[in-house]
């Protein structure tokens, strides 16, 4: 078991590797190509090498895959699509979390103050993209970014109640999905935006799903 899960662990650093020189170079065929097996092969990494498998994480993990091949053809529907499989991903990720997590042992300031800090985030990245945005859609991503910034909530809670190399890794992977979902609007929205290419969205969020991955093992 411990050799095929360092083998999934190579084809995810593999895919990854060139998924990004694809991004970089627009190549989307390659992209296409290769996008699949990022989260794939996360997943079957985290299957054979944890030590507790959590079903929570396997299908939030599922699900990020899911949105990323609900992601790869163009048009609005397929961007809903594969913002809703990730809305449930973030919700996954979550109650996964929620198995280390002392509530009492977290402080009320600090739930306000991680609740009116991503509020205020999203708030401000959408004042940014409300121009750019279709009106059906404006709505829709808030709430998908708010339920990115719950999920970075409890990854918080989680590295509060704990505070280990295991639970900072995971809300530091966490803060990088975040920042990809962030960057991802500005790239296929924002034709102003300096960010051209998905080389970033890409990059954040590969290592963000792997962070939060190892941290959890």
Do not use: Q
Not at 156 to 184: E, H, K, M, Q, Y
Request: proline share 3%; glycine share 6%.
């Amino acid at each position: 078991m411990k050799y095929a899960g360092w083998a999934f662990l190579a084809v995810f650093v593999i895919s990854t590797a060139v998924h990004l020189y694809a991004s970089l170079k627009k190549d989307m065929k390659l992209r296409n190509i290769t996008k699949p097996f990022i989260l794939l092969s996360l997943l079957g990494f985290y299957v054979l090498e944890a030590s507790f498998v959590s079903v929570f994480i396997i299908l939030a993990l599922a699900f990020s895959w899911l949105g990323d091949v609900l992601l790869m053809p163009k048009g609005t529907k397929w961007f809903t699509a594969g913002g809703i499989a990730f809305m449930i991903s973030h919700a996954f990720f979550i109650a996964g979390y929620c198995r280390d997590i002392v509530f009492t042992a977290i402080p009320v300031w600090l739930i306000a103050a991680l609740g009116a800090f991503f509020v205020i985030t999203v708030g401000y990245i959408f004042s940014k993209l409300k121009p750019h945005l279709p009106k059906a859609l404006f709505y829709p991503m808030f709430l998908y970014l708010l339920i990115n910034g719950a999920m970075n909530c409890f990854a918080i809670f989680r590295c509060v109640s704990n505070p280990t190399a295991a639970t900072i890794t995971t809300a530091i992977g966490a803060a990088l999905f975040f920042i990809s979902d962030s960057s991802l609007f500005f790239v296929r929205f924002n034709k102003e935006s300096r960010m051209k290419t998905h080389f970033i969205v890409m990059l954040t969020y590969s290592i963000g799903e792997f962070l939060i991955v190892l941290g959890l093992l």
